[in-house]
């Protein structure tokens, strides 16, 4: 007799290491570019170039791309954009990491603040988070049955569980153009580019990662012969992609995490050689998690009927799935905003950056707290200097349903902004509708204990055992354990007892007779 045994997969958590550091350096300006008065926007997006695995460390080499807007100091107040990097190099500290290893490394832009030293020079400070995760796979041998070369009974139990399917890193990049509608003027330089991305889903089919998006795109530009006058435009364009991924099938669970690393804009000209055409290029990095839900039938007990077995239990760390969803918050506030005493013409662009700064387990939920800080550029009616940017935050707590969640589950939440929109609402007023799509995935962790081994034993068995017992069912009694008692096949006790069930009830008279 031998254990028929199945593979499953776990994914395991080696070590997760957070970096905070900070950059802070003075940049002078190109002479090509000219003399700023007043800076009015600025983003950075944080690249990775090279990661290096060494015994309990990691080296992160990369760089800051910044971009700025600003208003000239010339007679016309003149837009005009500066781009820059600023390199890097963080050595990690992480106990679990050797030599060779390939880590996850996701980055995140915790705080950008550029301000002018004098008009040929800028101070960038920024700082940023770095986090190290390095994940495997275990691989177990759990039992589902037996071989019955001798007369045996065994015991099944069932259980849900997370087995990892597939795991990587990978990248997906947007490629793709957009032509300005006909009532705009030709392109002769982008200004300030803003991408996107929202709805993002995936879904997993056949050796392959269906993407779908859309890519919102916010520009400002200078017209060709357009003087000081300038140009807005936006739109959305939806994009759809597949990237490859070995073992991915249709009914796996997908629990993927990407960051943008590139946002790109570039002028094109059109069929005509009219510069009309906007290029962009987004690439999403992925770290792509495919799980299949197993429901699996597992030996948890075995004993002989002729023949006494030793048998072996082993205890197995497994995850099982709590709830994969998707929550949308949608925020509409009226927002008191001071003017200090100046016109407001137009609202001309919003963007906005999420702070969760707390997430805890409520009453079959999990509660979120944190605020959104929202830059906005406007016109005022100052001839020289019309352009000016307001910033304010929007406080927020939510809530997402997870009937079931508990101390011990373990989740997994992820934020991105859908939506920022900012309107006039009268004097010193602003209308601020955000959307905020949550995704959260959570499993609870549990141990299973299956049999691992069994082997006929040197004692007698059921040599001292009577032939015909009659049993009364005790508290806590199971059919069960009443056959592992007397060595005795389930179906026999059934069918000398007329039970058409495994259920016993306290008191009950049992006939067991070998």
């Not at 990095?285 to 072996?312: A, M, P, Q, S, W």
Request: contains cysteine.
């Amino acid at each position: 007799m031998d254990l028929i045994k199945t593979n499953i997969h776990m994914d395991c958590t080696d070590c997760r290491v957070e970096s905070q550091f900070t950059l802070d350096e003075d940049c002078n300006v190109s002479d090509s570019k000219a003399d700023i008065a007043r800076i009015l926007l600025s983003d950075g997006v944080i690249k990775i170039e090279e990661i290096r695995s060494y015994d309990e460390q990691v080296l992160v080499r990369g760089k800051l791309m910044y971009h700025i807007l600003y208003e000239a100091d010339d007679s016309f107040g003149a837009l005009h954009s500066l781009n820059g990097k600023i390199p890097f190099e963080e050595r990690i500290n992480a106990d679990c990491i050797s030599a060779g290893d390939n880590p996850l490394v996701t980055t995140d832009l915790e705080h950008l603040h550029i301000t002018t030293v004098n008009s040929r020079k800028i101070n960038v400070q920024a700082l940023l988070l770095l986090t190290v995760l390095q994940e495997s796979i275990r691989s177990d041998e759990i039992s589902t049955g037996v071989t019955k070369d001798e007369p045996v009974e065994y015991r099944l139990c069932n259980r849900q569980l997370l087995s990892i399917a597939a795991m990587k890193k990978d990248l997906c990049r947007i490629r793709d153009e957009v032509k300005l509608p006909a009532n705009l003027p030709e392109l002769e330089e982008i200004l300030w580019s803003d991408l996107s991305l929202s709805g993002v889903e995936f879904k997993p089919v056949e050796d392959k990662l269906n993407i779908k998006c859309d890519v919102n795109i916010f520009v400002i530009y200078r017209p060709c012969d357009g003087g000081n006058s300038y140009e807005f435009f936006e739109t959305t364009v939806p994009f759809s992609h597949s990237i490859e991924c070995n073992a991915s099938k249709e009914y796996l669970i997908p629990d993927i995490t990407y960051n943008l690393s590139q946002k790109d804009c570039e002028i094109r000209p059109d069929l005509d050689g009219e510069e009309r055409v906007i290029g962009f290029d987004v690439i999403m990095d992925l770290y792509i998690k495919l799980y299949e839900d197993v429901n699996l039938d597992y030996v948890c007990d075995v004993y002989g009927v002729h023949k006494e077995i030793d048998v072996e239990y082993e205890k197995y760390d497994i995850k099982t799935l709590l709830a994969q969803s998707t929550a949308v918050l949608r925020l509409q506030e009226k927002v008191p905003y001071n003017f200090k005493g100046e016109e407001l013409l137009q609202i001309k662009y919003s963007s906005a950056k999420l702070f969760p700064e707390s997430a805890t387990i409520g009453n079959n939920s999990v509660d979120i707290e944190g605020y959104i800080a929202v830059t906005m550029l406007y016109i005022t009616d100052d001839d020289r200097f019309p352009y000016r940017t307001g910033n304010f935050e929007v406080p927020f707590t939510y809530s997402i349903d997870l009937p079931g969640i508990n101390e011990q589950t373990i989740y997994q939440l992820n934020a991105n902004l859908e939506q920022c929109q900012v309107t006039s609402a009268g004097s010193d007023n602003l209308d601020v509708k955000i959307n905020v799509a949550f995704q959260i995935f959570a499993y609870d962790s549990n141990v299973l204990e299956a049999v691992s081994d069994i082997e006929e034993a040197e004692s007698a068995g059921n040599v001292n055992r009577p032939g015909i017992a009659v049993y009364y069912v005790k508290d806590g009694d199971c059919l069960w354990n009443i056959g592992k008692e007397y060595r005795v096949p389930l179906t026999r006790i059934k069918e000398q007892n007329a039970l058409t069930t495994d259920s016993v009830r306290k008191g009950q008279k049992l006939i067991v007779m070998k």
